[in-house]
């Protein structure tokens, strides 16, 4: 696999063709790269809402307006919308869910071995919390990884993506009620195939050179 080619030929889709939907069997590929991203110890501080058909789409366009509103049709005619969500806090029910699944999937060769990894991952998710006071920006920087990881893996399948800070958050929570699930919108991506006039498909990428963004030691 040419992985650098795939950096290099994916693209922000700015015009998506609305007649063309993702396959259901690369959809399900596209769930499990998500599910499978990684994080620090393993936190998993996010929620995904996958929207397919046109009234779901129809309310995360919602939040799609005003300043946020060259973004709108990017969500109507794509064929799949994610909204990358972030946990409010690392609390108790979820670690001990984590903690349990990682046993249930035979992560333990010695059953003491389940105690000391809860107890690392805590100290890890009390730090963030009560000593530098940034488990948000900590909770966001794992859905972030979660965003590069997709990302890839659509270009990687020949599926595009455009990723979205652009929209309002309070409009988006109030139509997904997500902080009633103790859940903050961070970033939208619209996946799907490009359209045939998708003026950004045809320029060049653009990145600072290797000798500027890379030390070699
Ligand atoms: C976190 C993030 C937020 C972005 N928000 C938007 C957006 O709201 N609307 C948009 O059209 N593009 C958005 N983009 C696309 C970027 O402008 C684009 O990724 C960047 O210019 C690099 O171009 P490329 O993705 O085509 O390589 C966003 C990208 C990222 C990673």
């Known amino acids: 696999m040419d992985i650098a080619g795939i950096a290099q030929t994916r693209y922000t889709t700015k015009a998506f063709d609305p007649s063309r939907t993702i396959p259901a069997s690369l959809m399900a590929q596209l769930r499990t790269v998500l599910r499978l991203s990684p994080s620090s110890v393993n936190s998993q501080p996010w929620h995904f809402v996958v929207a397919a058909s046109s009234g779901a789409k129809e309310r995360i366009a919602k939040a799609m307006q005003g300043p946020y ?3 709108e049709p990017k969500v109507l005619n794509a064929s799949h919308v994610v909204v990358l969500c972030g946990k409010a806090a690392l609390d108790d029910a979820h670690l001990e869910a984590i903690v349990a699944q990682e046993n249930r999937d035979g992560r333990f060769l010695a059953p003491e071995n389940m105690a000391t990894q809860d107890k690392s991952r805590r100290f890890y998710v009390n730090l963030h919390r009560d000593e530098w006071k940034d488990e948000r920006t900590w909770i966001d920087r794992q859905v972030y990884l979660a965003l590069g990881t997709l990302l890839l893996a659509a270009g990687a399948v020949g599926v595009d993506a455009c990723t979205m800070e ?11 009620g997500l902080s009633r699930r103790s859940l903050r919108p961070l970033v939208v991506v619209a996946l799907g195939y490009r359209a045939a006039d998708d003026f950004n498909a045809g320029l060049p990428k653009s990145r600072l050179p290797e000798d500027v963004v890379l030390t070699e030691l």
């Open 166 to 176: 652009g929209f309002d958050g309070d409009a988006l929570d109030a139509e997904l």
């Open 69 to 71: 509103a060259y973004n």
